[in-house]
């Protein structure tokens, strides 16, 4: 099973300024079809989690600009340029790459 | 409008069985693989099983293998979720979500049922 680590678990953040969250994957996503199924979601309180970045690096549809990720192999990262009052929630990567499907535990986003 | 309703929840004993229900418009499920997720109160979210578009593929978490079933009648259009020996620890929300093909990301979630496993 692979694990996936996120840091930090709490990130309080001032309005306007950006926020930057990690994940580590216990072996390498890249999978043998030359893609790498990383994928980044977002869960707002009394909400079910939506997805926000796919394959590492693509915004899903309707996603704003300020969200984009990054990465490689086991390192990755989900940056948001300019964090609005509607970005508090908790925050999630999970890789697809192999079954077991994993999540990180999750990193809550919350405003200073 | 594409989504996802959940349906089955509710509180049974230790030992008990419970069968989710998914029901899928706006999409066909035989199109998709589908997944589901489950989240303990106040915890994070836990990949428990999934059934690839053909069902050719299935697989589970290790935390519920050999008592959990997953399945999906195409002509219902709807996911299940067959739970058996339910201990205290699968209380949770649990969630069924749909895998877009070529992402192999969990692109649409339903509301989640909640299943409470108590004497």
């Known amino acids: 099973e692979i694990v996936m680590t996120q840091t930090p678990l709490s990130s309080p953040v001032t309005l306007g300024q950006p926020a930057s969250i990690s994940c580590r994957s216990s072996?390498?996503?890249?999978?043998?079809?030359?893609?790498?199924?990383l994928s980044w979601l977002q869960q707002r309180p009394g909400q079910p989690p939506r997805l926000l970045i796919y394959?590492?690096?693509n915004r899903f549809s309707g996603v704003p600009d300020r969200f984009s990720g990054s990465g490689a192999g086991t390192d990755f990262t989900l940056k948001i340029s300019r964090v609005e009052a509607e970005d508090v929630g908790v925050y999630y990567c999970?890789?697809?790459?192999?079954?077991?499907?994993?999540f990180g535990q999750g990193t809550k986003l919350e405003i200073k | 409008e594409v989504q996802l309703v959940e349906s089955g929840g509710g509180l049974i004993q230790p030992g008990g069985s419970l069968r989710l229900s998914c029901a899928a418009s706006?999409?066909?499920?035989?199109?998709?693989?589908m997944h589901w997720v489950r989240q303990a109160p106040g915890k994070g979210l836990e990949w428990v099983s999934g059934?690839?578009?053909?069902?050719?593929?299935?697989d589970y978490a290790d935390s519920v293998k050999g008592r959990f079933t997953i399945s999906r009648d195409n002509a219902k259009n709807s996911l299940y979720l067959q739970m058996n020996s339910l201990r205290a620890g699968d209380t949770a929300l649990y969630y069924c979500?749909?895998?877009?093909?070529?992402?192999?990301?969990?692109?649409?979630w339903g509301h989640g049922t909640m299943v409470t496993v108590s004497s």
């Open positions: 059934i690839s578009w053909n069902s050719g593929s299935i």
């Open positions: 072996q390498s996503l890249l999978h043998s079809d030359g893609n790498t199924y």
């Open positions: 979500a749909r895998e877009d093909h070529f992402d192999a990301a969990l692109d649409i």
């Open positions: 999970m890789q697809a790459t192999q079954y077991p499907y994993t």
């Open positions: 394959k590492m690096s």
């Open positions: 706006g999409f066909s499920v035989d199109d998709y693989a």
